[in-house]
Antibody
Framework: EVQLVESGGALVQPGGSLRLSCAVS????????MNWVRQAPGKGLEWVSY????????YYPDSVKGRFTISRDNANKSVYLQMNSLRADDTAIYYC????????WGQGTMVTVSS | DIQMTQSPSALSASVGDRVTITCRAS??????LAWFQQLPGKAPKSLIY???TLQSGAPSKFSGSGYGTDFTLTITSLQPEDFATYYC?????????FGQGTRLEIK
């Protein structure tokens, strides 16, 4: 069974840092691009990062560029999102998502940025 | 960035109805368009990719059409489990963008 399981969400103060993890199973992880997508409470979906299958190419929207870093460990079938300088508007559910067509989604992990 | 505009933002329909949701891109995206369904409190689920290709496991009641800038998602014979929020996504560029969503409600 294909599974993506996110973890690491928490309550963090503005300006703080957090690292999200996504553990993958059920498919050859090393062959797939991966993404993080977020959804603020009651709002729509926003793509926040991309990493190529080998980990050499990464993309970010302007809203998180310079603050968020995506990485992956193909040996351990995991993808990560390091989030620094967090702001209140980063509060959202963060989803780990497979592929450029976003075909498989994890269940999400909640990040709350508040003092 | 490419802007994706969905319409309507909300739609009321009855069980058994056929509905259509549209998505317009601010510039041409060929067929690099996907559709997703999100049930309340759940993660989004892929329905269609490449504008017209039904995702494995998605019911055939969902169909997509379009090319370039204008796209549609059609749902036939609405059932209670179809009432959800639907999103389009362009993945033509390295910076994918979603439409704002269409909430499908029971009339």
């Amino acid at each position: 069974e294909v599974q993506l399981v996110e973890s690491g969400g928490a309550l963090v103060q503005p300006g703080g840092s957090l690292r999200l993890s996504c553990a993958v199973s059920g498919f050859p992880f090393e062959n797939y691009e991966m993404n993080w997508v977020r959804q603020a409470p009651g709002k729509g979906l926003e793509w926040v990062s991309y990493i190529s299958s080998g980990g050499t190419t990464k993309y970010y929207p302007d809203s998180v560029k310079g603050r968020f870093t995506i990485s992956r460990d193909n040996a351990n079938k995991s993808v990560y999102l390091q989030m620094n300088s967090l702001r209140a508007d980063d509060t959202a559910i963060y989803y780990c998502v497979r592929n450029d067509i976003l075909d498989i989604w994890g269940q999400g992990t909640m990040v709350t940025v508040s003092s | 960035d490419i802007q994706m505009t969905q319409s309507p933002s909300a739609l009321s329909a009855s069980v058994g109805d056929r509905v259509t949701i549209t998505c317009r891109a601010s510039q041409g995206i060929k067929n690099y368009l996907a559709w997703f369904q999100q049930l309340p409190g759940k993660a989004p689920k892929s329905l269609i990719y490449a504008a017209t290709t039904l995702q494995s496991g998605a019911p055939s009641k969902f169909s997509g059409s379009g090319y370039g800038t204008d796209f549609t998602l059609t749902i036939t014979s609405l059932q209670p489990e179809d009432f959800a929020t639907y999103y389009c996504l362009q993945y033509y560029t390295n910076f994918p963008t979603f439409g704002q969503g269409t909430r499908l409600e029971i009339k």
